[in-house]
């Protein structure tokens, strides 16, 4: 199926990460339902062993194996795939050295940590190369099994090394199947094909670990995609109202006169009653401001963003497919 007209029509792997608490796993499993929307068939992968999959779709523990966890509007299918090292290295010593029974009891002795003590990072080596081989692999047909997959990759402090540390594998073995299947997986993660997405929340912390991490990953040579601003709370008050609240002005007297109008209150009450929300009200001009000046830190990293709403009744199966719609209405997918 041809890619949709969207901001990512070329590409195939969303890389998804983020300061930790910013929903990052939220927004990787809305995008991946978002980007099968239309009847596309979509992998989304995570790596981390959380489970973080399994919670928000509310199924059981996801096995080392693709299996189908949702339709998404309009139809397609989304698949996950929870990526469990020791499995991914047992694929990669049958393929390479044809000893995966061997390497059954390898495992058994510690290999994964063996292996990863011997040449550092070949573990994320081994969970980026089982998602790019995602990306890679054809049907008989000769098409692509998926039309895009999307990586619930580590928080924002670890992309960079995270998806470059193939380059410094490939470095220790020279030669060999180390060398070449390292080389595979970073040509995939540098290419075109690939958009790593940051997700924040409009505060100080988030927002600058997400310019951070966008530096480094420009610093590396890797791409860089979108910027998901999640849990975005709507203002309730017209602007003219904020600014006056902001510098202190905001009349709790006019507004004790204008709850008596309305019969929200008696006289005796009202003026308490106003006090208190002028107080509320002060406080979320405030935040709201706030909230304008981290919107503005935002564009200096000239990526295209998004602003995710903040849902009311929590993350559910619901909320996943709202916060889908969001994203296509977008042109996220």
């Keep these: 199926m041809d890619s949709p007209d969207t901001d990512w029509a070329d590409v195939r792997l969303h890389v998804v990460t983020g300061k930790g608490g910013t929903g990052k796993t939220t927004v990787a499993a809305a995008l991946a339902l978002a980007l099968a929307s239309g009847g596309r068939k979509v992998l989304l ?104 997959v999307v990586l619930d990759a580590p928080p924002t402090g670890r992309i960079t090394r995270f998806l470059n540390v193939t380059k410094e594998v490939a470095g220790l073995a020279r030669v060999g199947p180390i060398k070449n299947h390292s080389e595979l997986v970073s040509g995939v993660v540098k290419s075109p094909e690939t958009a790593v997405h940051f997700v924040t929340l409009l505060e100080e912390m988030p927002v600058q670990e997400t310019l951070d991490g ?50 929200v209150t008696d006289g005796s009450q009202a003026q308490a009653l106003a006090e208190a929300l002028a107080e509320e009200v002060e406080e979320h001009a405030h935040r709201t401001e706030l909230e304008r000046a981290e919107r503005e830190s935002l564009t200096e990293a000239g990526l295209t963003r998004y602003e995710l709403p903040l849902l009311a009744d929590g993350v559910d199966l619901a909320g996943l497919y709202e916060l889908a719609e969001s994203m296509r209405n977008q042109g996220a997918a």
């Design 45 to 148: 992968v995570e790596v981390e062993g959380r489970q973080g999959i399994a919670q928000i779709f509310d199924l059981p523990p996801l096995p080392y194996e693709e299996r189908r966890i949702a339709v998404a509007p309009d139809g397609g299918d989304v698949y996950a795939l929870a990526i469990d090292p020791e499995e991914a290295m047992l694929e990669y010593m049958e393929m390479f050295y044809g000893m995966r029974r061997a390497g059954r009891a390898l495992t058994k002795m510690g290999i994964v940590d063996f292996a990863t003590t011997v040449a550092p990072g070949f573990r994320d080596v081994l969970v980026t190369g089982k998602t790019t081989e995602a990306v890679r692999r054809r049907g008989r047909n000769g098409r692509r099994v998926y039309d895009a």
């Design 214 to 263: 966008i530096a480094e990953l420009r610093a590396a040579g890797l791409p860089a995609g979108g910027i998901f601003i999640n849990m975005v709370r709507q203002s309730l008050l017209p602007q003219a109202a904020l600014d006056t609240a902001v510098k202190g002005r905001f009349d709790s007297e006019e507004l004790a006169v204008g709850l008596k109008a309305a019969g």
